[in-house]
């Protein structure tokens, strides 16, 4: 291969990887939220079970 041509092949291929690293990178930075949004959702859930499994006191009659 000529080495004008590889060195072409390899910018494109070069720039592709950046733009798909970029991309990723965006990705994850939009998705921090939901974790945060996913923990609290978890945390009232735990909490539900906790007030649905404690004991209620028995009336004294």
């Known amino acids: 291969m000529h080495p004008e041509t590889h060195l072409a092949l390899h910018r494109i291929r070069a720039a592709e ?33 906790r007030l649905a499994a404690a004991p209620k006191p028995v009336p004294a009659v």
């Open 17 to 49: 990887l950046q733009a798909q690293a970029a991309a990723h990178h965006l990705a994850l930075q939009t998705r921090r939220p939901r974790n945060l949004r996913t923990r609290v959702g978890w945390t009232l859930v735990e909490v539900g079970l």
